[in-house]
């Protein structure tokens, strides 16, 4: 739609971009949005930061003992003892393995095997099924 045809009164937003020029918001997020991203990236997405988040859901997935700074103890330190959350260690997985998709349907399989050769059709078939 060209905005000459668009009366005066009814034009909203930019001009410039309805002619055809940069978009106010691209990639679908606001520009001020991205910048924020940006910034809080640069701050917070750092390899000592990361590795921090990692040990603290690492712990947190499997259940173990932590030792903490505590000033009011004798030695400067406390422990507590976690219980393993099978939430934790699913965000864990997902976030250093990456999601898992789900196992494919005889139909699927089927659907991907049509144009293998004959030999893989055969070693696939040898395989064993994986307990359900």
Known sequence: MSIE???????????????????????????????????????????????EVFARLKALAL???VRVPDPDSEDGTATI?????????????????GPVRELASEEDIARMMQDAPPEVVEWWRRLPTPPS
Do not use: C, Q
């Not at 045809?5 to 002619?19: D, F, S, T, Y």
């Open 81 to 97: 003892e976690l219980r393993s959350d099978p939430a934790f260690m699913k965000l864990y997985l997902d976030r250093t393995l």
């Open 5 to 51: 045809n668009i009366p005066p009164e009814k034009r909203r937003g930019n001009p410039a971009w309805v002619k055809g020029g940069a978009s106010p918001n691209p990639g679908g997020r606001p520009r001020r949005l991205a910048e924020i991203e940006k910034m809080l990236d640069a701050e917070h997405r750092t390899v000592e930061n990361m590795r």
């Open 63 to 65: 259940g173990e003992v």
